[in-house]
């Protein structure tokens, strides 16, 4: 069973459409989280939930909008999409007493 | 604030030596460290971790990591290195007084194996 899965996998769409990107994890942890990775690999922090609740929120544009219906899923919708949004996302997910990510395969988003 | 310096962008090394990769970091206290590694088109997997205690600490695959509190560095060893080794390798640190357990990234180190 995958801890931390995502999809899609791959994901290639046009300027101006909105997508959505699903992620579920199956540890039992309480706290979720998006970073985005970019062409140089730079990781970096969107939005963490812990426990269905936003705890951050980092300085990205308002088109991004994470849900998280349930404490193990945590959806990232993406409106209007830019060129500039083209990059690998992942999801991951950790557990208070432990701290350690787990971390989704990720999706590779490109946008033509 | 935090933040992580991986100055090596990349590595080579010949299969069977060893390995150093460099990670410095910038926090008021002693943080939370991390090692992560991401294999090509994969996600993240956890190396090893520092929380407290003992300074050197052990990982998978053979891997090992000393916090040096005087140099603020966590530089991540291996003996040996194989092949599969080959892949993007991430310093992290975390706010152990943060609530939100945010990890910061350095910028990796790309590891290229020479057979």
């Known amino acids: 069973d995958t801890a931390v899965s995502q999809t899609p996998k791959y994901l290639v769409t046009q300027m101006g459409n909105d997508k959505s990107i699903k992620c579920e994890q199956n540890l039992g942890h309480d706290t979720m989280y998006w970073y985005k990775q970019d062409s140089k690999k730079f990781l970096k922090i969107m939005f963490s939930?812990?426990?269905?609740?936003?705890?951050i929120n980092e300085t990205v544009p308002n088109r991004f909008s994470p849900k998280s219906p349930d404490k193990a899923h945590l959806n990232l919708h993406i409106n209007s999409l830019e060129l500039g949004d083209s990059a690998v996302y992942f999801c991951?997910?950790?557990?208070?007493?432990?701290?350690?990510?787990?971390f989704g395969s990720g999706t590779r988003l490109t946008v033509v | 604030a935090q933040s992580v310096t991986q100055p090596d962008i990349h590595i080579t090394v010949s299969e069977g030596a060893s390995l150093e990769l460099r990670c410095n970091y910038s926090y008021g206290a002693t943080p939370y460290l991390f090692w992560y590694v991401q294999s090509p088109g994969q996600g993240l997997q956890l190396l090893l971790k520092?929380?407290?205690?003992?300074?050197l600490v052990q990982g998978i695959k053979g891997f090992e990591a000393e916090f040096k509190r005087s140099q603020s560095s966590f530089n991540l060893r291996k003996p040996s290195v194989h092949w599969s080794d080959a892949a993007e390798y991430f310093c992290?640190?975390?706010?152990?007084?943060?609530?939100?357990?945010?990890?910061?990234f350095g910028s990796g180190t790309q590891l290229t194996v020479l057979p």
């Open positions: 520092y929380f407290s205690g003992d300074t």
């Open positions: 992290a640190v975390g706010n152990p007084s943060g609530s939100a357990r945010q990890l910061t």
């Open positions: 991951a997910s950790s557990q208070a007493e432990s701290y350690g990510y787990t």
């Open positions: 939930y812990n426990n269905k609740e936003l705890i």
